[in-house]
């Protein structure tokens, strides 16, 4: 039998408009062991990540926010802490997103609707890329 796979636990900014969908994966994440923070806009994001400094490791963020799209919170944040890891959630095709820059290892898209599972592995994928 395999053994379960290590899960690290990871300061994660998590930057969703949709409340129910913000709850349900910031709820999974938490039980998961990771440390949460949470933006509904993409100016918020900014200003959470401020708050979170260094420790922030990774953001999961959607690509249609109300005041700016996910990619220029990603570029933004990119320049803020260097070798932060972004996982880009949308119910959208990536292909519409020309500044997504998906050949890069620091950077995933996963599509929405998606399970935890898929979440998981995402973060792990991730994690490992470091």
């Not at 070798?83 to 500044?99: K, N, Q, V």
Request: hydrophobic fraction near 40%; charged fraction near 30%.
């Amino acid at each position: 039998m395999e053994a379960p796979p290590v899960r690290e636990t990871t300061t994660i900014l998590l930057v969703e408009d949709d409340p129910d969908t913000l709850r349900a994966v910031a709820r999974h994440l938490i039980r998961m062991g990771h440390r949460v923070h949470t933006a509904s806009t993409g100016a918020g994001a900014l200003q959470e990540a401020f708050r979170c400094g260094p420790d922030l490791t990774l953001a999961l963020i959607d690509i249609r926010l109300p005041d700016m799209d996910g990619t220029e919170v990603w570029v933004r944040l990119n320049r803020q802490l260097m070798g932060i890891r972004g996982l880009f959630i949308s119910g959208y095709d990536p292909g519409e997103f020309p500044d997504l820059k998906l050949d890069r290892k620091e950077i995933l898209f996963l599509p929405k609707p998606f399970e935890a599972s898929q979440l998981d592995k995402a973060i792990q994928d991730l994690l490992a890329s470091r």
